[in-house]
């Protein structure tokens, strides 16, 4: 079973890419999508035996992959509890996925090649959470920035889907660089790559040092923060988060595949899988929690004066992911997983019901040019409103249970980690922003009068004028006009039910998955559902003490989420015009936030730059001037020159040449005179 799960996405990758000119495009889009759909039951199968039976787990070896000396690396598929939640997770949000689109890219001509690299990302999404080593788990991570890559930049017609995709290759680039090295000092530290052997050498190596730049460092601490570095790139942790709002220049699946179920959590996957590493590395912990937080707050304030549908929710997401870090760090791994879990439904049907309102505006991503939307397509409304609801953590919702928990456990760690009050605070912080941006989008899309002429779009890049701030974050009473890309001018309309029909079943997921399986991940039936496949330490009490903290604690998230929903509701409803009010009085403030913090320009200014000059250097300098000018141009140039010289004897005059013989004569005479005078 485990082996049709993970190898189907590649013989639909196969069929869809090599066969797709020839088998048409329904037949790929079928292909594929009906070998995710039984991908998705089996994976549904594999967690109920796995997780909720009584099966403690197995890793099948396909095959042996190398063997170097001391390095033996296994081809495994290892299925415990937490491989069987991310293959739910993964295929799930997968299959629906490839459904959805069916119906959203019904008019691209490149759909087979489409389906083809969505199956590619899936198999590479699979083999790295069915890893039973290091190297693997590396193939399955690469595998997944290429398939990124070449679905960020599917619309390769546009240069800033170019960009865009080489932007993300090149930052996780930088992640994979510390994974890498991670990976190396382990392999130094246990000679052994495969996790069960790493896992138990581990507890010998506690408080072992190695000597780095002159330095004695704790060996852990530096290998987990290494490892940690890999999933900052990933999964868009501070500092190399920039990648994430850019890759919205791919289509809306792809945004809902990669930054809902799949890439983005990845490194919070890997954390999870190494807690037995990780749990020995305190400090590095420490630095896990602080980003996460650090992540959360920062996406959030980011978030707030997004005007582009689809980059408010991958704000949303790269905020989530620091909440996941934040329960990593402070040791409550399973709260972190618990809500990847649910995350992963409510922000897939985010993402995709944000790509039914774009289906239904001709394309249009501009909240500002949005409005009144509702009585259009009420369904995606109401799908919406509930995916903002588990968003923001309203009672009973999926996120409400995750978010929650994760929150209560950094406040419950604070006595002992030093890290986790910023943390608490930190997160309800953006717990309270989170709301507030979300609540923007529904009120700026669904609420209000239908736009009908169009403003002038703020560029991040340029200081907005007065008129511009003043249409920035919505001016409600401003007529705008929807661009639909030459698809006519029509009303908005529903989307087909090929697309109505994934929303509608994630939907049960962003109400139910949280009050269902909470049991399972965090609560009275944690040890059995999880069976040893997250490591805690003897100390590491946080999953029984999260449950007793004070009640003002436990409803602090609730109050702030509250608020935040009324702040939007009277910025953006009750009195509009009083967020364009607020960013004419604050307007640094608001290009500070418009313009995320700075953090393109100021990369563009520290590396890329530098790097395209030095990259001129050496081709203009060393290989056009150096290299080729005294090399081959060089030698081809003075070949050239006298070439040049010899064509001017060639005169074709006899007296000419008779003179050169007369001075060659001359010459030859006057040396053997010369030398028989010496």
Same mark, same amino acid.
């Given at each position: 079973?485990?082996?049709?799960?993970?190898?189907?996405?590649?013989?639909?990758?196969?069929?869809?890419?090599?066969?797709?000119?020839?088998?048409?495009?329904?037949?790929?889009?079928?292909?594929?999508?009906?070998? $995710?759909?039984?991908?998705?039951?089996?994976?549904?199968?594999?967690?109920?035996?796995?997780?909720?039976?009584?099966?403690?787990?197995?890793?099948?070896?396909?095959?042996?992959?190398?063997?170097?000396?001391?390095?033996? +690396?296994?081809?495994?598929?290892?299925?415990?509890?937490?491989?069987?939640?991310?293959?739910?997770?993964?295929?799930?949000?997968?299959?629906? *996925?490839?459904?959805?689109?069916?119906?959203?890219?019904?008019?691209?001509?490149?759909?087979?090649?489409?389906?083809?690299?969505?199956?590619?990302?899936?198999?590479?999404?699979?083999?790295?959470?069915?890893?039973?080593?290091? #190297?693997?788990?590396?193939?399955?991570?690469?595998?997944?920035?290429?398939?990124?890559?070449?679905?960020?930049?599917?619309?390769?017609?546009?240069?800033?889907?170019?960009?865009?995709?080489?932007?993300?290759?090149?930052?996780?680039?930088?992640?994979?660089?510390?994974?890498?090295?991670?990976?190396?000092?382990?392999?130094?530290?246990?000679?052994? $790559?495969?996790?069960?052997?790493?896992?138990?050498?581990?507890?010998?190596?506690?408080?072992?040092?190695?000597?780095?730049?002159?330095?004695?460092?704790?060996?852990?601490?530096?290998?987990?923060?290494?490892?940690?570095?890999?999933?900052?790139?990933?999964?868009?942790?501070?500092?190399?988060?920039?990648?994430?709002?850019?890759?919205?220049?791919?289509? @809306?699946?792809?945004?809902? =595949?990669?930054?809902?179920?799949?890439?983005?959590?990845?490194?919070?996957?890997?954390?999870?899988?190494?807690?037995?590493?990780?749990?020995?590395?305190?400090?590095?912990?420490?630095?896990?929690?602080?980003?996460?937080?650090?992540?959360?707050?920062?996406?959030?304030?980011?978030?707030?004066?997004?005007?582009?549908?689809?980059?408010?929710?991958?704000?949303?997401?790269?905020?989530?992911?620091?909440?996941?870090?934040?329960?990593?760090?402070?040791?409550?791994?399973?709260?972190? #997983?618990?809500?990847?879990?649910?995350?992963?439904?409510?922000?897939?049907?985010?993402?995709?019901?944000?790509?039914?309102?774009?289906?239904?505006?001709?394309?249009?991503?501009?909240?500002?040019?949005?409005?009144?939307?509702?009585?259009?397509?009420?369904? &995606?409304?109401?799908?919406?409103?509930?995916?903002?609801?588990? =968003? @923001?953590?309203?009672?009973?919702?999926?996120?409400?249970?995750?978010?929650?928990?994760?929150?209560?456990?950094?406040?419950?760690?604070?006595?002992?980690?030093?890290?986790?009050?910023?943390?608490?605070?930190?997160?309800?912080?953006?717990?309270?922003?989170?709301?507030?941006?979300?609540?923007?989008?529904?009120?700026?899309?669904?609420?209000?009068?239908?736009?009908?002429?169009?403003?002038?779009?703020?560029?991040?890049?340029?200081?907005?004028?007065?008129?511009?701030?003043?249409?920035?974050?919505?001016?409600?009473?401003?007529?705008?006009?929807?661009?639909?890309?030459?698809?006519?001018?029509?009303?908005?309309?529903?989307?087909?039910? +090929?697309?109505?029909?994934?929303?509608?079943?994630?939907? =049960?997921?962003?109400?139910?998955?949280?009050?269902?399986?909470?049991?399972?991940?965090?609560?009275?039936?944690?040890?059995?559902?999880?069976?040893?496949?997250?490591? @805690?330490?003897?100390?590491?009490?946080?999953?029984?003490?999260?449950?007793?903290?004070?009640?003002?604690?436990?409803?602090?998230?609730?109050?702030?989420?509250?608020?935040?929903?009324? +702040?939007?509701?009277?910025?953006?409803?009750?009195?509009?015009? &009083?967020?364009?009010?607020?960013?004419?009085?604050?307007?640094?403030?608001?290009?500070?936030?418009?313009?995320?913090?700075?953090?393109?320009?100021?990369?563009?200014?520290?590396?890329?730059?530098?790097?395209?000059? =030095?990259?001129?250097?050496?081709?203009?300098?060393?290989?056009?001037?150096?290299?080729?000018?005294?090399?081959?141009?060089? +030698?081809?140039?003075?070949?050239?020159?006298?070439?040049?010289?010899? #064509?001017?004897?060639?005169?074709?005059?006899?007296?000419?040449?008779?003179?050169?013989?007369?001075?060659? *004569?001359?010459?030859?005479?006057?040396?053997?005179?010369?030398?028989? $005078?010496?």
């Amino acid at each position: 079973m485990i082996y049709a799960i993970v190898f189907l996405p590649l013989v639909g990758f196969l069929i869809a890419g090599a066969l797709g000119p020839w088998i048409g495009v329904r037949a790929s889009e079928l292909v594929t999508t009906g070998f $995710l759909m039984i991908c998705a039951v089996l994976s549904w199968i594999v967690f109920f035996d796995v997780a909720l039976g009584h099966d403690h787990g197995y890793a099948p070896i396909i095959g042996n992959w190398m063997t170097v000396g001391d390095l033996k +690396v296994d081809w495994a598929l290892r299925v415990d509890t937490l491989t069987a939640v991310m293959l739910v997770v993964v295929n799930t949000v997968s299959s629906l *996925v490839h459904l959805y689109s069916i119906g959203y890219m019904h008019e691209d001509p490149d759909r087979p090649r489409f389906f083809a690299y969505l199956s590619l990302f899936t198999f590479a999404m699979l083999m790295l959470v069915t890893a039973d080593n290091l #190297v693997q788990m590396f193939f399955g991570w690469e595998g997944v920035g290429l398939a990124s890559y070449l679905l960020i930049g599917f619309w390769y017609q546009k240069p800033s889907a170019n960009a865009a995709a080489i932007k993300a290759f090149v930052v996780n680039r930088v992640g994979d660089f510390g994974f890498a090295l991670g990976i190396f000092l382990v392999f130094q530290l246990t000679k052994s $790559l495969g996790f069960e052997e790493v896992f138990a050498a581990v507890p010998g190596l506690a408080g072992k040092t190695i000597h780095v730049f002159g330095m004695d460092v704790d060996a852990l601490t530096l290998a987990t923060f290494l490892l940690f570095i890999g999933a900052m790139g990933k999964s868009a942790q501070f500092l190399l988060h920039t990648w994430l709002p850019d890759a919205m220049e791919g289509p @809306t699946p792809v945004s809902a =595949l990669i930054h809902a179920a799949t890439m983005v959590t990845a490194g919070v996957f890997m954390v999870a899988r190494l807690s037995p590493i990780f749990e020995y590395a305190p400090a590095t912990l420490e630095f896990v929690t602080l980003v996460g937080a650090v992540t959360a707050i920062f996406a959030a304030t980011v978030g707030l004066v997004q005007n582009d549908i689809k980059r408010v929710i991958a704000y949303s997401t790269c905020s989530q992911l620091g909440y996941m870090f934040v329960a990593e760090g402070v040791g409550a791994y399973s709260i972190g #997983v618990y809500h990847l879990f649910t995350h992963a439904f409510f922000k897939a049907l985010l993402f995709l019901g944000a790509g039914s309102v774009i289906h239904a505006m001709h394309h249009e991503q501009d909240m500002r040019n949005m409005g009144g939307l509702r009585k259009d397509i009420p369904f &995606t409304f109401a799908m919406m409103i509930i995916g903002t609801l588990a =968003l @923001t953590g309203f009672p009973f919702t999926a996120g409400f249970y995750s978010k929650d928990a994760i929150i209560e456990a950094a406040f419950a760690a604070s006595e002992h980690h030093h890290m986790a009050m910023f943390a608490f605070v930190a997160t309800v912080a953006a717990a309270g922003l989170t709301s507030f941006y979300s609540w923007r989008l529904v009120f700026m899309t669904f609420f209000g009068a239908r736009k009908d002429h169009a403003v002038q779009t703020d560029h991040a890049d340029e200081e907005p004028t007065a008129a511009e701030l003043a249409h920035a974050d919505g001016d409600q009473s401003h007529q705008v006009h929807s661009h639909d890309h030459g698809h006519g001018h029509h009303a908005p309309h529903e989307s087909p039910i +090929v697309m109505l029909a994934p929303l509608a079943v994630l939907g =049960l997921g962003a109400l139910g998955a949280g009050i269902v399986f909470g049991k399972y991940f965090i609560g009275h039936d944690y040890d059995e559902f999880w069976k040893g496949s997250l490591f @805690t330490g003897r100390d590491n009490h946080i999953i029984h003490e999260f449950h007793d903290v004070a009640l003002g604690v436990g409803l602090a998230p609730t109050v702030v989420m509250a608020l935040g929903f009324a +702040v939007a509701l009277y910025f953006y409803v009750l009195k509009p015009g &009083t967020a364009q009010a607020l960013a004419r009085t604050f307007p640094r403030l608001y290009r500070f936030l418009l313009n995320k913090w700075y953090f393109d320009e100021l990369y563009d200014f520290l590396f890329v730059r530098p790097a395209f000059a =030095l990259g001129r250097l050496f081709w203009k300098g060393g290989d056009g001037a150096i290299i080729d000018g005294l090399g081959p141009d060089g +030698v081809a140039a003075r070949v050239a020159d006298g070439a040049r010289l010899a #064509v001017r004897l060639q005169t074709g005059y006899v007296y000419h040449y008779a003179f050169a013989m007369l001075i060659g *004569v001359a010459a030859v005479v006057t040396y053997f005179v010369a030398g028989g $005078l010496r």
